[in-house]
């Protein structure tokens, strides 16, 4: 029997409720399950060969587990009704839902007919040529050419100057991005360098390397930025300039601190919390940091 009902409504509560259901192994409920499937797409009943039974449930079941599935699955929850097996609650299931359907069908044929008699057009006063009526066609007036001129000059509508064309007017002109940070860089940092002394050749070289470390951080620097940087070093031997501005590179710090640089390198008083580097005296600095009591 061919079944036009392709969903099966699972009542989960009460198949588990059940005794016989909950009492079944895993691989017996996966077989139940599969049989409720292939008899609801059967029209709520599975054929009564056990041979059919058997080949529903997948080639690889062996002789013992089928079984151990026919008398604890099949023959416990099905019955032989007209040479078909039918699982009681399946079948009343099967014909709620099918009664169910058969009502809303019902209910929408009578919707579409009573829409059809309330319509304005109905299907026969449709007819498929559309041809015009002969009494209804209007004659399209003949308009004359404008008479000539006197004198042969041409026509009236000859005569008549062009039409003025206005030409819209032109749109405002964009206005120019500002630079970014790092056009910026590009430009105000060559001119301070050009027209910057350096106490040394050294100290030059370095200071554009560590702008050269930044611009690659992206760290882009200003004129303004350089001149303080020249300010800080400016108060202190070259030797400490040049501690200073390797300590930055080496760390890759944004900033320059040659008053916390010991002239001729070696470990200086602390830097600030935020530029320790990770070496033991650093680590041991920020755990000392990090047990003070800390203000927010």
């Known amino acids: 029997?061919?079944?036009?009902?392709?969903?099966?409504?699972?009542?989960?509560?009460?198949?588990?409720?059940?005794?016989?259901?909950?009492?079944?192994?895993?691989?017996?409920?996966?077989?139940?399950?599969?049989?409720?499937?292939?008899?609801?797409?059967?029209?709520?009943?599975?054929?009564?060969?056990?041979?059919?039974?058997?080949?529903?449930?997948?080639?690889?079941?062996?002789?013992a587990t089928w079984e151990r599935i026919k008398s604890r699955v099949v023959e416990r929850m099905f019955r032989e009704e007209n040479g078909r097996l039918v699982n009681e609650t399946e079948a009343a299931i099967y014909q709620e839902t099918r009664e169910a359907c058969e009502r809303r069908a019902a209910h929408g044929r009578a919707g579409a007919a009573q829409r059809w008699r309330n319509a304005r057009a109905l299907p026969e006063h449709c007819p498929t040529n559309a041809n015009g009526m002969a009494s209804k066609a209007k004659a399209k007036a003949i308009i004359p050419p404008p008479p000539p001129l006197p004198g042969g000059g041409g026509s009236v509508e000859a005569e008549k100057p062009p039409p003025e064309t206005t030409k819209p007017p032109d749109p405002p002109p964009k206005r120019p991005r500002p630079d970014g940070p790092a056009a910026v860089h590009d430009r105000e940092v060559p001119e301070f360098l050009a027209a910057t002394t350096f106490a040394s050749d050294t100290i030059a070289a370095l200071f554009r390397d560590w702008l050269a470390e930044r611009r690659q951080r992206r760290q882009y620097a200003t004129a303004r930025a350089c001149r303080e940087a020249m300010a800080k070093l400016s108060g202190y031997p070259p030797a400490v300039q040049e501690t200073a501005l390797r300590d930055s590179i080496a760390n890759g710090w944004q900033g320059i601190f040659p008053d916390r640089t010991r002239p001729g390198g070696g470990a200086g008083p602390p830097k600030p919390i935020q530029h320790l580097a990770p070496t033991e005296a650093h680590k041991k600095a920020l755990a000392e940091h990090m047990a003070k009591p800390q203000r927010f």
């Open 1 to 63: 029997m061919s079944n036009e009902l392709h969903t099966m409504p699972l009542k989960c509560e009460r198949l588990l409720s059940s005794r016989r259901a909950s009492s079944m192994r895993l691989d017996e409920f996966g077989a139940y399950m599969r049989l409720l499937c292939f008899a609801w797409l059967e029209g709520g009943s599975l054929p009564a060969d056990m041979s059919e039974v058997r080949e529903a449930l997948g080639r690889d079941v062996d002789d």
